[in-house]
């Protein structure tokens, strides 16, 4: 079993530190829909590091009661992912653009089943933030902590590479190394936003304290 180990001290600017010097893939796929996910992070006032995930209303076409982050594909007028991610989750959940600090992006991450090319957003909420379901889009909203995400006994091991689009070969849209699902209390995370957990995991592993010792580290349990 693989394990990990989160520094003593987990506040807003190690989070920004994990973002800072991290390099996230872009990719460009022929034909594919533009689209964009939220990473909403949040601290609550006991300063527990949480992450809003939301379950997709049961009547979607495309990936019913999945657990998914806060995202949609692009509309008329949205400049950029960030444009993206933030207009989707303010429809969403009420988060106002104002109160989420832009933290970084990760990977893009090709969906064919939809075939949305997405970016994930990273941004840090204002405590004082609430979720509002209000579209039919969402059911639920999860705020799993990070210890929740981290622990061992959450995550199974995967490898899911598509290599192909509309039938060509294509580099695959995440690395081969095997990521993870994860088990949360009465909702499995997989899919697209495994990915994108699985990715941020990564980033936790890579984490260094300033004196240069390894401050999160996977090891075998």
Not at 135 to 145: A, Q
């Amino acid at each position: 079993m693989v394990g990990l180990r989160l520094p003593e001290r987990v506040d807003a600017d190690w989070l920004r530190a994990l973002f800072t010097e991290h390099q996230s893939r872009r990719l460009s796929i022929e034909g594919a829909h533009r689209a964009a996910v939220l990473l909403p992070f949040q601290f609550d006032t006991n300063g527990v590091l949480h992450l809003w995930l939301v379950r997709r209303g049961a009547a979607l076409e495309h990936h019913p009661g999945q657990i998914a982050l806060p995202g949609g594909r692009e509309e008329e007028g949205d400049g950029d992912a960030v444009a993206i991610a933030l207009r989707e989750a303010q429809e969403e959940l009420g988060i106002p653009p104002k109160d989420v600090e832009l933290l970084g992006m990760l990977s893009d991450q090709w969906v064919p089943v939809s075939q949305n090319l997405v970016t994930p957003v990273a941004g840090l909420l204002a405590s004082d933030l609430r979720p509002h379901i209000l579209t039919e889009e969402t059911d639920e909203v999860l705020l799993p902590s990070l210890a929740e995400l981290a622990k061992c006994a959450n995550r199974r091991r995967y490898s899911r590479i598509f290599r192909q689009v509309a039938g060509e070969p294509v580099e695959p849209w995440f690395p081969i190394t095997p990521g993870w699902d994860f088990d949360l209390p009465g909702a499995t995370v997989w899919g697209m936003t495994a990915n994108v957990l699985s990715e941020f995991i990564a980033l936790l592993c890579d984490m260094r304290d300033e004196g240069g010792s390894q401050s999160s580290a996977l090891e075998d349990e």
